[in-house]
């Protein structure tokens, strides 16, 4: 890498682009190049000019997480930080797990977006603080070698299982599953357990989002029951 960092803005804002291009033409080691509207046009800019590091908004029209994966896959010496406005937790765990180095919030302050760029063609991780304070939150260091890599497939639930994750995300123990299912405990803490591996998840509260998410559990029923036994 030469002592300019060649920057690529993924956003289908192009205010988004100018913003940053104001921002990055007082800096002289930072050469922002033209915007990619789409994963297409981020193909194309890719495949013909030299870049180091893609700031992408993958929630933006046109982008998604498995656009972090294309990119990373087809162009190894490519970095991304993700730049996107407040997200859950899960969501920038799995733009992690999909391999984005560094990530920031589009209401950064300037030196933190341009510090981003910096401390990633480096080689570095740089998150701002709202981003750790975020993940933490999930109970995940994003620094922890153990994030496995995003992939792409679809995630497949067993009847058994996804009547397993309505009862966790209805705050029902594990012993109380097993009484209603006429399951073990083992048994349960088994599904339980490849419940988790299979939504690359490590706790009972990322369950319960991919639960009210997934609409397998009343949201409502979920928040105001006052018999729900608490989460393990």
Same mark, same amino acid.
């Given at each position: 890498?030469?002592?300019?960092?060649?920057?690529?803005?993924?956003?289908?804002?192009?205010?988004?682009?100018?913003?940053?291009?104001?921002?990055?033409?007082?800096?002289?080691?930072?050469?922002?190049?033209?915007?990619?509207?789409?994963?297409?046009?981020?193909?194309?800019?890719?495949?013909?000019? &030299?870049? +180091?590091?893609?700031?992408? *908004?993958?929630?933006?029209?046109? #982008? @998604?997480? /498995?656009? =972090?994966a294309t990119v990373i896959n087809r162009y190894?010496?490519?970095?991304?930080?993700?730049?996107?406005?407040?997200?859950?937790?899960?969501?920038?765990?799995?733009?992690?797990?999909?391999?984005?180095?560094?990530?920031?919030?589009?209401?950064?302050?300037?030196?933190?977006?341009?510090?981003?760029?910096?401390?990633?063609?480096?080689?570095?991780?740089?998150?701002?603080?709202?981003?750790?304070?975020?993940?933490? &939150?999930? +109970?995940?260091?994003?620094? *922890?070698?153990?994030?496995?890599? #995003? @992939?792409? /497939?679809? =995630?497949?639930?067993?009847?058994?299982?996804?009547?397993?994750?309505?009862?966790?995300?209805?705050?029902?123990?594990?012993?109380?599953?097993?009484?209603?299912?006429?399951?073990?405990?083992?048994?349960?803490?088994?599904?339980?357990?490849?419940?988790?591996?299979?939504?690359?998840?490590?706790?009972?509260?990322?369950?319960?989002?991919?639960?009210?998410?997934?609409?397998?559990?009343?949201?409502?029923?979920?928040?105001?029951?006052?018999?729900?036994?608490?989460?393990?």
């Amino acid at each position: 890498m030469s002592d300019v960092v060649d920057v690529v803005v993924a956003d289908s804002n192009r205010l988004i682009g100018l913003g940053l291009d104001a921002v990055f033409k007082a800096h002289a080691d930072i050469q922002l190049h033209a915007q990619a509207t789409d994963l297409e046009s981020l193909i194309d800019r890719l495949d013909s000019e &030299q870049i +180091d590091v893609v700031l992408m *908004d993958f929630t933006a029209k046109g #982008f @998604s997480l /498995e656009s =972090i994966a294309t990119v990373i896959n087809r162009y190894p010496n490519v970095r991304v930080v993700a730049i996107t406005p407040d997200q859950e937790g899960t969501t920038i765990v799995n733009a992690l797990k999909a391999g984005v180095t560094s990530y920031v919030k589009k209401d950064c302050d300037f030196d933190e977006i341009i510090s981003s760029v910096r401390e990633t063609a480096q080689g570095s991780k740089f998150f701002c603080g709202k981003i750790l304070e975020t993940i933490r &939150q999930v +109970d995940i260091n994003p620094n *922890d070698q153990s994030i496995e890599k #995003f @992939s792409c /497939e679809p =995630i497949y639930l067993s009847a058994r299982e996804q009547e397993i994750i309505t009862l966790i995300a209805e705050g029902h123990t594990n012993t109380s599953i097993a009484e209603k299912l006429f399951l073990s405990p083992h048994t349960v803490n088994t599904h339980r357990k490849n419940i988790m591996q299979k939504l690359g998840v490590k706790n009972t509260a990322s369950i319960v989002m991919y639960a009210v998410k997934s609409n397998l559990v009343n949201v409502n029923k979920f928040l105001f029951s006052s018999g729900a036994a608490p989460i393990e």
